[in-house]
């Protein structure tokens, strides 16, 4: 199953290790918004071109100041020309999406390029992804596999899930399930939760390992616990069906329940036939239907499907 790409290295780095000292997390957290946002601006000025990309993310974010995506924009143009690539990876960011900027998508291709060459392998995966949809280049799976695994190998473990899904479908690739399925426990084990998705999802379907249910509802609960609606809308459905666990109506309602409110419209589809049948809930045709119709209508083929089926 295909995963989004992810685009931005968010993640707001140690405040002290920015000006060349050690810190915990718990020095992290004990640094306001507004430290953080003088700090960041303090050390950028001083000429520390990663913290004019840290400083960048923020204002994308909107984190503990005002979103700004121009802002953000001219940032991300600074800290790249003075040598930071992950500044340059958010910048092909903005002229994806066209947020502070013009959107053009050659832009975003020289950028992410600039990026990869540099070794910021976040810039690699996205560059890949370009190439894998053909967005502003000529589609090319292998270019795509071989910007993924550049990726992988460099330690960006999304880079490693976008490598398994391309050998899961043959693309670019000779398809092999084992492969991906060696991937994939490799991101799971990074604590990257997304590997343990598509890891279940095989010992569901038993391409590349050997068909466990019991380990596919152990990894959907993990990804499920961790706040991942995607894991538990195939949780929910191996209670329904009683696979790798004891049958469970209620437990898939619970499930379905969760992840609908966290909007996987696949959820809110099975709680829709759940809800129509009286199963698990109380039966309430009316609310099933609107709940199958709000999964249709969020792109959801399977709920489509089942609408149809009742109103044949």
Known sequence: ??????????????????????????SQSSVN??????LYTKACDDGKMSSCTELGSLYNNGASVEQDYVKAANLFIHSC??????????LGVLYERGNGVKQNYIKTVELYSQACEGEEMTGCNNLGFLYKKGVGVVQDYVKAA?????????GYLLGCISLGVMYENGNGVEQDYVKASSLYVKVCEGENIWGCYNLGFLYETG????????KAANLYTQVCESENAWGC???GVLYKDGTGVTQSYDKAANLFTQACDDMHMLGCSHLGVLTFLGKGVAQDKEIGRALLNQGCNGSDQWGCDKLEELDG
């Open 207 to 214: 391409n590349g390992v050997a068909q466990d249910y019991i």
């Open 81 to 90: 020309e003075g040598g930071d690539m992950a500044g340059c990876t958010n």
């Open 33 to 38: 918004g507004k430290a953080l946002r003088y």
């Open 233 to 235: 809308t195939r949780l």
């Open 1 to 26: 199953m295909a995963i989004k790409n992810q685009y931005f290295m968010l993640s707001i780095a140690c405040v002290l290790f920015i000006l060349g000292g050690a810190c915990s997390d718990a």
């Open 146 to 154: 071989d910007l993924y695994t550049q990726a992988c190998d460099g």
